[in-house]
């Protein structure tokens, strides 16, 4: 399952980067933030293969980075599995990163400056304040993070190209039987996808019921007069 | 223990200069008109917005200084903040906002414990804020606050996010907590029946200015300045010249009055409260007459808006409260007589 294992990858890649550009984006000067969300918003709207173009220009095995990388680790970084990975990420990485700065804007601020008076760290107030009160947005980013790496095929299939069994995902692979003329394999595929992205949307629903739940029970003790 | 805060902050438009001491065991009103600045200078002395100039020193420890570069993290100044909507965390329980505010790992059980039951959140521990009524939450917040062990008290008008049929309670309950903390107490609000019940002496921030500190009384009784003169509720005041006969003429009463004592150097307006002013027979000194305009019934009293000889005619200028029983011997009389009586007028100076 080379897709999940890739989509999961990145989804973990993006969560962490798209989090952090987030969160440093959102307290820069107002000019500064326009440019970098039009940089880190643009492979969102860029065509996929010219987002592959990019990638195979910076990490092909004669440019700069994947030079680099050839030389120091004897590690290729285009045609092999974990490419995808670049692809994917970069792909999905907007969708993370709008959707948590979208959280952390209305984020309320004097809570975080309550946080700072009464002494605790910012580390402290961004992971028990901050991300519990963003935790919404944060996972709605990350399943369509995830949703999108899965389903990534052109700059995928520019970067890790389809050899079966080794960079194959399940899109290049649904477009190749298809091509191929193997329409019940490409049929097979797109069945399991579906139920792929099925799963993961139902368990983010239950999650977030589950998260809501208990707060409800305690709920109903209003009117309450002093 | 006392503060002292000399701050300044350059935004354009507005300016804040700001500067007054307060000291241990006594509650400091910060008295001024939204927008005046209040909830920016306490937001300094937190350390959440930096000052331009000036310093603030906290019994002898050394806050913010432009020139000596020190500039404490919010962390390190020990100053509790009560924010006006009190930024609890929404996503933590009573018990878990207290225990947000202790430092010490092996005290915070036991030190959460003593403030909850102190605090009379008792049943309350496992709410979540907004479960909570107006008045829980603000001891809630304070809880939290005395949780960390401040050097200072922060105000910033604690009672505005609350149903007045709370406020008193809450008011009561708060003017407790108070007297019993030991530092220095900034309290911050627009409200002067606050600041009277409340406060021990008071500092009015006008337009980003603080002016004099004064004790409390003095602002109801005789004070200097317009601005503190119509925050602490007086809404007859006119434009005023002093004369060298040592009177002064009321421009837009269109009256030259006697005020009985020596005037101070840059009057420019002078006042009168409502519940000062008395009708009378006829013409003498300090009296002038007026018209009734407009006659708005209260539950226990009357208010009756006048325009004055100063005044165009449709246009009140003096306004007075009357029981409703004085008033109805009253209604009808055209011109209307009445007496500033000269200990009650206000000489105030534009700042």
Same mark, same amino acid.
């Given at each position: 399952?080379?897709?999940?294992r890739?989509?999961t990858?990145?989804? &973990?890649?993006?969560f962490?980067?798209?989090?952090?550009?987030?969160y440093?984006?959102? /307290?820069l000067?107002?000019?500064?933030?326009?440019?970098?969300?039009?940089?880190l918003?643009l492979?969102l709207?860029?065509?996929?293969?010219?987002?592959?173009?990019?990638?195979?220009?910076?990490?092909?095995? /004669?440019?700069?980075?994947?030079?680099?990388?050839?030389n120091?680790?004897?590690?290729r970084?285009?045609?092999?599995?974990?490419?995808?990975?670049?692809?994917?990420?970069?792909?999905?990485?907007?969708?993370m990163?709008?959707?948590a700065?979208? &959280?952390?804007?209305s984020?309320?601020i004097?809570?975080?400056?309550?946080?700072?008076?009464?002494?605790?760290?910012?580390t402290?107030?961004?992971?028990?304040?901050m991300?519990?009160?963003?935790?919404?947005g944060?996972?709605?980013?990350?399943?369509?993070?995830?949703?999108?790496a899965?389903?990534?095929?052109?700059?995928?299939?520019?970067?890790?190209?389809?050899?079966?069994?080794k960079?194959?995902?399940?899109?290049?692979?649904?477009?190749?039987?298809?091509?191929t003329?193997?329409?019940?394999?490409?049929?097979?595929?797109?069945l399991i996808?579906?139920?792929?992205?099925a799963?993961v949307?139902?368990?983010?629903?239950?999650?977030? /019921?589950?998260?809501?739940?208990?707060?409800r029970? &305690?709920?109903?003790?209003s009117?309450?007069?002093? | 223990?006392?503060?002292q805060?000399?701050?300044?902050?350059d935004?354009?438009?507005?300016?804040?200069?700001?500067?007054?001491?307060?000291e241990s065991?006594?509650v400091?009103?910060?008295?001024?008109?939204?927008?005046c600045g209040?909830?920016?200078?306490?937001k300094?002395?937190?350390?959440?917005?930096?000052?331009?100039?000036?310093?603030?020193?906290?019994?002898g420890?050394?806050?913010?200084?432009?020139?000596?570069?020190i500039?404490l993290?919010?962390?390190?100044?020990?100053?509790g903040?009560?924010?006006?909507?009190?930024?609890?965390?929404?996503n933590?329980?009573?018990?878990?906002?207290?225990?947000?505010?202790?430092?010490?790992?092996?005290?915070r059980?036991?030190?959460?414990?003593?403030l909850?039951?102190?605090?009379?959140l008792?049943?309350?521990e496992?709410?979540?804020?907004?479960?909570?009524?107006g008045?829980?939450?603000?001891?809630?917040?304070?809880?939290r606050?005395?949780?960390?062990?401040p050097?200072?008290?922060?105000?910033?008008?604690?009672?505005?996010?609350?149903?007045s049929?709370?406020k008193?309670?809450?008011?009561?309950?708060?003017a407790?907590?108070?007297?019993?903390?030991?530092?220095?107490?900034l309290?911050?609000?627009?409200?002067?029946?606050?600041v009277?019940?409340?406060?021990?002496?008071?500092?009015?921030?006008?337009?980003?200015r !603080?002016q004099?500190?004064?004790?409390?009384?003095?602002l109801?009784?005789?004070?200097?300045?317009?601005?503190?003169?119509?925050?602490?509720?007086?809404?007859?005041?006119?434009?005023?010249?002093?004369?060298?006969?040592?009177?002064?003429?009321?421009?837009?009463?269109g009256?030259?009055?006697?005020?009985?004592?020596?005037?101070?150097?840059?009057?420019s307006?002078i006042?009168?409260?409502?519940?000062?002013?008395?009708?009378?027979?006829?013409?003498?000194?300090?009296?002038?007459?007026?018209?009734?305009?407009?006659?708005?019934?209260?539950?226990? !009293?009357?208010?009756?808006?006048?325009?004055?000889?100063?005044?165009?005619?449709?246009? !009140?200028?003096?306004?007075?409260?009357?029981?409703?029983?004085?008033?109805?011997?009253?209604?009808?009389r055209?011109?209307?007589w009445?007496?500033?009586? !000269?200990?009650?007028i206000l000489?105030?100076?534009?700042?």
């Amino acid at each position: 399952m080379n897709s999940l294992r890739i989509a999961t990858i990145s989804t &973990a890649l993006i969560f962490f980067l798209g989090i952090a550009a987030a969160y440093y984006v959102a /307290k820069l000067p107002r000019l500064v933030k326009g440019v970098l969300d039009v940089v880190l918003t643009l492979p969102l709207v860029l065509p996929p293969t010219v987002v592959g173009y990019f990638l195979l220009r910076l990490l092909g095995p /004669k440019r700069t980075i994947g030079l680099w990388f050839l030389n120091v680790f004897g590690l290729r970084l285009t045609m092999v599995w974990y490419s995808a990975i670049f692809a994917s990420a970069v792909v999905a990485f907007p969708l993370m990163y709008r959707t948590a700065r979208g &959280a952390f804007e209305s984020f309320d601020i004097t809570l975080a400056q309550a946080g700072r008076t009464l002494g605790r760290s910012n580390t402290w107030i961004f992971w028990r304040v901050m991300m519990p009160c963003c935790k919404q947005g944060i996972i709605a980013g990350t399943v369509l993070s995830f949703a999108r790496a899965l389903g990534e095929y052109g700059a995928t299939a520019m970067i890790a190209g389809y050899t079966p069994g080794k960079t194959a995902t399940i899109s290049t692979t649904v477009y190749q039987l298809w091509r191929t003329g193997d329409d019940e394999g490409a049929m097979a595929w797109v069945l399991i996808n579906l139920a792929i992205s099925a799963a993961v949307l139902l368990c983010v629903n239950m999650l977030e /019921k589950k998260d809501r739940r208990p707060r409800r029970r &305690a709920a109903p003790v209003s009117g309450e007069v002093e | 223990m006392v503060l002292q805060v000399d701050i300044h902050k350059d935004f354009g438009k507005f300016r804040l200069d700001c500067s007054f001491e307060a000291e241990s065991g006594q509650v400091t009103g910060l008295l001024g008109a939204s927008g005046c600045g209040k909830s920016l200078t306490l937001k300094c002395i937190a350390g959440i917005e930096k000052p331009d100039r000036g310093r603030i020193v906290l019994d002898g420890k050394v806050l913010f200084d432009l020139e000596q570069h020190i500039d404490l993290p919010p962390q390190k100044r020990r100053v509790g903040y009560l924010f006006q909507n009190y930024a609890l965390f929404p996503n933590m329980t009573v018990a878990q906002n207290i225990a947000a505010g202790v430092q010490d790992k092996a005290a915070r059980k036991a030190t959460v414990r003593r403030l909850i039951s102190s605090f009379y959140l008792e049943g309350q521990e496992h709410k979540y804020p907004r479960q909570l009524s107006g008045g829980q939450q603000q001891r809630t917040a304070l809880a939290r606050i005395l949780a960390s062990g401040p050097e200072v008290l922060l105000l910033d008008e604690p009672f505005s996010a609350l149903d007045s049929y709370l406020k008193w309670q809450v008011e009561l309950e708060l003017a407790d907590i108070l007297s019993a903390f030991s530092g220095p107490v900034l309290f911050v609000t627009h409200n002067r029946d606050e600041v009277q019940r409340l406060c021990q002496q008071v500092c009015v921030l006008d337009n980003g200015r !603080s002016q004099a500190m004064m004790p409390v009384h003095e602002l109801f009784e005789a004070p200097r300045t317009l601005s503190a003169c119509l925050l602490s509720g007086c809404k007859n005041v006119s434009r005023a010249k002093a004369r060298l006969d040592g009177r002064v003429e009321a421009l837009d009463w269109g009256v030259i009055l006697d005020p009985g004592q020596p005037l101070p150097e840059g009057l420019s307006h002078i006042g009168v409260r409502a519940h000062y002013i008395r009708p009378a027979e006829g013409p003498g000194p300090n009296i002038l007459p007026c018209r009734v305009e407009r006659v708005v019934e209260n539950v226990f !009293s009357t208010v009756v808006m006048l325009s004055t000889p100063g005044g165009n005619q449709g246009f !009140s200028r003096l306004r007075i409260e009357l029981e409703k029983a004085r008033w109805a011997a009253l209604a009808g009389r055209e011109p209307l007589w009445l007496e500033l009586p !000269s200990n009650d007028i206000l000489l105030l100076t534009g700042d």
